[in-house]
């Protein structure tokens, strides 16, 4: 099982990137995908999850508004696109998957596979 991230890199503050996490080695149809990210020196946190449909999806407060997460079922496929970003956005990105759909986890929950991480850098 592998879930590889890509399309980070370095952006202006107020503009934008699409994140992709390609999975492989299982079909993740039945499960919730997730987004964190990590800064230097701070915990990872959760960003953005996404149910078995779109009917279950959910951003932490910090960036609700800017940021969309979408999934291509047939392509086992996660997106995050970001909007407006800002510095602090600024961390070092994963995707990763659960049986279980959460509003808010923690990285500490059950999350059995996670990527290598792609690096969003926002300059002020």
């Known amino acids: 099982v592998q879930l590889v991230e890509s399309g980070g890199g370095l952006v202006q503050a107020g503009g934008s990137l699409r994140l992709s996490c390609a999975a492989s080695g299982r079909s993740f149809t039945n499960y919730g995908m997730y987004w964190f990210r990590q800064a230097p020196g701070k915990e990872r946190e959760f960003v953005a999850g996404?149910?078995?449909?779109?009917?279950?999806?959910f951003y932490a407060d910090s960036v609700k508004g800017r940021f969309t997460i979408s999934r291509d079922r047939a392509k086992n496929t996660m997106y995050l696109q970001m909007n407006s970003l800002k510095p602090d956005d600024t961390a070092v990105y994963y995707c990763?998957?659960?049986?279980?759909?959460?509003?808010?986890?923690?990285?500490?929950?059950?999350?059995?596979?996670w990527g290598q991480g792609t690096l969003v850098t926002v300059s002020s």
């Open positions: 990763t998957v659960s049986q279980n759909v959460y509003s808010s986890p923690k990285a500490s929950y059950d999350f059995p596979y």
């Open positions: 996404i149910g078995r449909t779109t009917s279950f999806i």
